[in-house]
């Protein structure tokens, strides 16, 4: 396992097949073409959350829990990265689709907060390489420290407005999914002894 996740081309593969899937998937589901564009948009969004929550936690994992898997996604970050980007661009193709053709009428101020996290997602993949850490120096930490954070800050209000919503099934969503970011922060922030392994 450690081997096929320590291979440059599986995070991009998984994040291809992620959003990939969840399309096919939302298509599938829907009864009308409004509602699989509806569903599409919104599977894909999930899609991605995996990808993400491997970037944001490798170094958490290698320090609490070291073993060859833990060390491998730490190894691979960028490329999880860059594959959460890729998910997430499908994404994006699908939340435009939905949004011209099927639920037109957002004002432009619903979409700042997630346009914002498109450029940062874009500006950090372009520089996940070690020439651009090399030229931006202290800034690239900054960026990538400062883009994953208002990421999970994205994922976590988009969740929590659904958890505290009318509708139950997206209340159970938002709830499950809530947790799950707010429980990653925490452990990316908790202290903790390292575990020996």
Do not use: C
Not at 99 to 117: D, E, K, M, N
Not at 181 to 195: E, F, I, K, N, Q
């Amino acid at each position: 396992m450690s081997s096929w996740l320590d291979r440059r081309a599986t995070p991009l593969l998984l994040g291809l097949a992620a959003g990939l899937i969840a399309v096919a998937a939302g298509w599938l589901a829907g009864g009308d073409a409004a509602e699989r564009a509806g569903l599409a948009a919104r599977w894909t969004a999930r899609a991605g959350l995996p990808l993400f929550l491997v970037a944001f936690l490798a170094s958490t994992l290698v320090h609490r829990w070291p073993s060859p898997i833990s060390r491998a996604l730490l190894r691979r970050r960028r490329q999880w990265g860059l594959g959460f980007a890729l998910a997430h661009t499908i994404h994006l193709v699908a939340l435009g689709i939905n949004v011209i053709v099927y639920a037109p009428g957002r004002t432009w101020q619903s979409l700042i907060g997630g346009g914002l996290a498109y450029v940062i997602i874009y500006l950090m993949a372009l520089t996940s390489t070690d020439g651009w850490q090399r030229r931006l120096g202290l800034w690239w930490r900054r960026l990538h420290l400062f883009g994953i954070h208002y990421i999970w800050f994205i994922f976590t209000a988009s969740y929590a407005g659904r958890a505290f919503g009318a509708d139950p099934d997206k209340r159970a969503v938002g709830i499950l999914f809530g947790s799950i970011m707010v429980a990653a922060l925490a452990l990316r922030l908790w202290p903790g002894r390292r575990v020996a392994g």
